[in-house]
């Protein structure tokens, strides 16, 4: 796992949520507001930058 990003699970406890697929299908259909997911292979990748996350928590508006 690296440090640098952060999982759907982590983001859902973070916000206090307790099922991580509402995060995952706004990842998948572009419509969250930090992070990307694609699909390699069959499989769904998701690319959170965690200090950009962090920085959605604290001030409730994504980075630039």
């Known amino acids: ?3 640098l990003r ?7 406890k ?3 949520k307790t099922n991580p ?3 995952r299908a706004a990842l998948r259909s572009g419509t969250y507001p930090i992070g990307m997911a694609y699909k390699i ?3 769904w990748i998701y ?3 965690r ?3 962090e920085e959605f928590l604290k ?3 994504a980075p630039d």
């Open 14 to 16: 973070a916000l206090g």
């Open 47 to 49: 690319d959170i930058p």
């Open 41 to 43: 292979k069959g499989k």
């Open 6 to 12: 952060i999982t759907p699970t982590e983001m859902a």
């Open 51 to 53: 200090g950009a996350f």
């Open 21 to 23: 697929e509402p995060i």
């Open 59 to 61: 001030s409730g508006k």
């Open 1 to 3: 796992q690296n440090p």
